[in-house]
C-alpha cells in the first residue's frame, strides 16, 4: 500500500539509458520507494525518510537494479513530483 502519492514521475537520460541497458524496468522501483522501502540507504537516512513522511520533507530511496548500476529516487517534499537519476547525476 502507497505511504505518498509519487505526484509525476519523471527519470533523467542517465536513469533511463541504465534501466533500458540492464532491460530493468522503472516499476517496482517505484512500487518500493512509494511503499516505504528505501532500498539501499543507511540508517540514518532511512530514518530521515521516516521523519519526512511525518513532516513532509523530500524522500530519497536508493536501489540497485539488474546491471549493478545504482538508481536513486527523489520525491520533492510536496509530492508534486518523484525523479529517477542516477547518483552522479544530483
Known amino acids: 500500500m502507497p505511504k505518498f502519492s509519487l505526484g509525476q514521475v519523471v527519470a533523467t537520460p542517465g536513469a533511463l539509458a541504465a534501466l533500458q541497458e540492464a532491460q530493468d524496468s522503472f516499476w517496482p522501483y517505484l512500487?518500493?520507494?512509494?511503499?516505504?522501502?528505501w532500498g539501499e540507504v543507511n540508517a540514518e537516512d532511512a530514518a530521515e525518510n521516516e521523519l519526512s513522511l511525518r513532516d513532509g520533507f523530500r524522500l530519497l530511496s536508493a536501489y540497485t537494479i539488474t546491471s549493478g548500476i545504482r538508481i536513486w529516487i527523489i520525491t520533492d517534499r510536496d509530492r508534486s513530483a518523484t525523479t529517477i537519476l542516477l547518483p552522479e547525476e544530483y
Not at 31 to 36: D, Y
Open 31 to 37: 512500487q518500493r520507494h512509494s511503499n516505504g522501502d
